[in-house]
């Protein structure tokens, strides 16, 4: 049973708010023989990488029932859909053939395509840590743009280039699986360039409408000792400052810009290029402590001893099945505080991404998780910040990178055996939100 709405009904949200649901290519597409190899193809093919060992060979074959997951989001109410291009696929004989259909099916459905040109899926021939891939990579959203560009009107650059550098470079938990700890500095570095030099290549060709989606939270100390606030600090500037300073103020925290390849301030002009707004993918703060001295299971990740910092459970709250904790207020702290710390240099900002994995059909935890985080996001309206969208991740079940199918995170169940699509209770709580917000509310 859904909650009404009318017995505590969700505020009202600005006109031209967007609204809208996220995904990303490797995780739900299939048909990957008719793309080239990714570095994720790589990486779940060997032993032990993913924890149930699938692939996202098939996934939820979006590919070939595209238009049926239009039609969830016609269904939905959804002002805009937010999918990724995968690159591979682009280099691949009429790759983007398919993004031309799925664009013309989702302005056929009155749905505004939002593509996020990496979502991680670079093509197995590259590598972050050569800088040509970011010149690569702006070859790469010139010609998508040339395409596309003639519907498509809302771009976003990179998805959590601070997750892909972390999990995949530093950590080894993701694909390409390598374990170079703060020698995965440069991942960052070009990652950032490759922002850059795509915010140019969008802009010569027309388009006036582009954002980034970078992951964020709150970090918590594990209590006001000197060690655990130093601890935090750096985990904060390693998470979050690292990744919104060189966009938002064109400049590293101080001592790490030292830490980069290449011509920084040369570079870090490139990289500040103007945004016209900011994204942010939400899901929890982290507490944060001085270093253990043991290396500690986080979240489904081993964090080493070694670093200058340790990772320590958030106490007394709820948690989802993944065992992330539920914080809504953790948003509306986030987005202030960056409106604190950034000031009139922080672009209007979207909410690119914020979810949670539950199983069941009736996921009223789910419901419950979104109503809150749509409040908090509320909250921070009120506060000042200038908020323009909301993305819940994610429309599809779908394949959770090194979790495999084990987590689900989708308003819309897939039965990964014979694919059938059911929309959840979610879906139709997040469809009574979009209509009750009224007609024409979405940007």
């Known amino acids: ?86 690159w591979p696929r682009v280099n691949s004989p009429n790759g983007l053939d398919f993004y031309d259909r799925l664009v013309d099916e989702l302005c056929a459905a009155g749905v505004r395509p939002v593509p996020t040109l990496f979502h991680w899926d670079l093509p197995v021939t590259l590598d972050w840590l050569d800088r040509d891939t970011a010149a690569r990579f702006a070859d790469h959203v010139s010609r998508v743009a040339a395409r596309l560009g003639d519907r498509v009107t809302k771009w976003i650059t990179l998805n959590e280039p601070a997750e892909h550098t972390l999990l995949g470079h530093a950590l080894g938990a993701h694909a390409p699986g390598r374990q170079l700890l703060f020698d995965a500095l440069p991942v960052a570095h070009h990652q950032l360039l490759a922002h850059g030099l795509a915010v140019r290549a969008l802009r010569a060709a027309g388009a006036a409408d582009i954002g ?84 500690t299971e986080f979240g489904g990740l081993t964090i080493p001893s070694e670093l200058p910092f340790s990772v320590r459970e958030i106490e007394d709250r709820p948690v989802t099945d993944f065992g992330w904790p539920v914080v809504p207020e953790g948003l509306t702290e986030l987005l202030t505080g960056f409106r604190e710390r950034y000031g009139d240099r922080l672009p209007p900002v979207v909410i690119t991404e914020n979810g949670c994995s539950y199983e069941g059909i009736d996921d009223q935890d789910r419901i419950a998780y979104l109503d809150g985080h749509v409040r908090a996001l509320h909250r921070a309206l009120e506060a000042g910040v200038d908020v323009r969208g909301y993305f819940v991740w994610s429309l599809l079940d779908n394949f959770e990178w090194a979790e495999g199918y084990a987590r689900r995170f989708g308003l819309v169940h897939v039965d990964y055996g014979t694919l059938e699509r059911t929309p959840k209770a979610s879906y139709r709580w997040f469809q009574q939100l979009l209509r009750a917000q009224g007609p024409g509310a979405g940007g």
């Open 212 to 295: 980034i989606a970078n992951s964020h939270g709150p970090t918590w100390p594990a209590s006001r000792d000197p060690a655990d606030l130093e601890a935090a600090g750096f985990y904060d500037l390693l998470l979050n400052r690292l990744f919104a300073e060189p966009v938002i103020l064109g400049e590293y925290p101080d001592g790490i810009g030292e830490l980069m390849p290449g011509d920084i301030q040369s570079d870090l002009k490139v990289i500040a290029e103007p945004l016209d707004w900011y994204g942010v993918n939400y899901y929890a703060p982290t507490r944060v402590g001085a270093p253990q001295g043991t290396d």
């Open 1 to 86: 049973m859904i909650p009404p709405m009318a017995t505590n009904p969700i505020p009202q949200f600005p006109a031209g708010f967007l609204w809208g649901v996220s995904t990303s290519a490797h995780q739900i597409e299939g048909a990957v023989d008719e793309r080239e190899p990714s570095v994720w193809d790589a990486f779940t093919a060997e032993p032990g990488r993913v924890k149930d060992g699938s692939t996202a060979a098939v996934a939820c074959d979006h590919y070939h029932r595209y238009p049926e997951d239009v039609a969830l989001l016609a269904g939905l109410g959804v002002d805009a859909y937010r999918f990724s291009i995968s």
